[in-house]
């Protein structure tokens, strides 16, 4: 139970995938299968109103799986969950929902005053704990399905004749060690980064692209580097040095310029001169 829980179940486009799928199952049981006693919250109204207004009202009980999966999203950021942790989120969802709809249950229908609370509340907790678990569960299993999916893909193109060489592609994973994107070395310009984030710079069909990713420069210096022209010239810049044409010593500092357009100079640090030049000399032609 302390098995930490797939990255799948936190990524943003899965967290909004869940949302919208749960909330079309939530339309579909309530008008299907009329839960809450939906049926005593209106008299004589016509099915169209009635699909209208229960539909409303499941939307408003929705809120609670939107406030809580991007809560989710913004805890799971800095932090991982474990299973018993995401079954007590999950548990947190339905009883939160339960209420909500026990209370409007009791209250506005004229019917409700009459009955007892936790009857209500008790009846529920169980529609909504048909309401959120089967469309989490199908989706579980749905995710699982597509994450191994995609690691087969990747080891078929491992087996398959690929023209460039393994190293000649640079894989950033975030800090959680998931990959975020790959990139051929030769369309590598540079990576600079603020904070714990960093910011890849390349060429995607000739054009100039940026990609933002949650990881530290000294991370990407420790271990994309080594065995790369890759180097760390600056607190803030990684450079790849097949890219640089020249090294220019000014007043200012040293600086590098790349053999792309509308790219800025690269700073040199004296921290990192000395390895800098080191593997300049090595890498650069």
């Known amino acids: 139970m302390n098995t930490k829980i797939p990255a799948y179940l936190y990524e943003k486009s899965n967290i909004i995938r869940l949302i919208f799928f749960t909330a079309i199952f939530a339309l579909l049981f309530i008008n299907i299968f009329k839960p809450f006693d939906s049926q005593h919250w209106y008299k004589d109204i016509s099915p169209f109103n009635y699909f209208f207004f229960s539909s409303l009202i499941i939307l408003i009980g929705m809120l609670v799986v939107v406030i809580s999966r991007f ?72 995710f699982s399905w597509r994450d191994k999916n995609i690691m087969l893909e990747k080891m078929a193109m491992e087996d398959q004749n690929i023209d460039l060489p393994k190293k000649n592609l640079i894989a950033f994973p ?47 210096e420790e271990n994309l580097t080594k065995e790369s022209p890759l180097v760390r010239c600056h607190r803030s810049y990684v450079v790849n040095l097949d890219k640089v044409k020249v090294l220019r010593k000014t007043k200012d500092g040293i600086f590098l310029e790349l053999d792309t357009e509308n790219t ?13 030049m080191t593997k300049f000399s090595k890498y650069s032609v």
């Open 71 to 142: 809560i989710m999203l913004a805890f799971t950021r800095k932090n991982t969950l474990t299973y018993w942790q995401y079954g007590l989120w999950v548990l947190v969802e339905i009883l939160s929902m339960s209420l909500f709809y026990a209370l409007f249950t009791k209250f506005i229908p004229k019917e409700g005053m009459s009955r007892d609370f936790v009857e209500i509340f008790h009846q529920s907790t169980v529609n909504t704990s048909l309401v959120l678990l089967l469309p989490y569960s199908i989706l579980w299993l749905y």
């Open 174 to 220: 975030d800090e959680k060690g998931e990959l975020k994107i790959t990139i051929v070395l030769e369309n590598l310009l540079y990576i600079d980064s603020a904070d714990n984030y960093a910011t890849i710079h390349y060429l995607n069909k000739s054009k100039l692209s940026h990609f933002l990713i949650r990881n530290s420069l000294k991370w990407i």
């Open 264 to 276: 800025p100079d690269i700073p040199v640090s004296k921290t990192y001169y000395e390895r800098v």
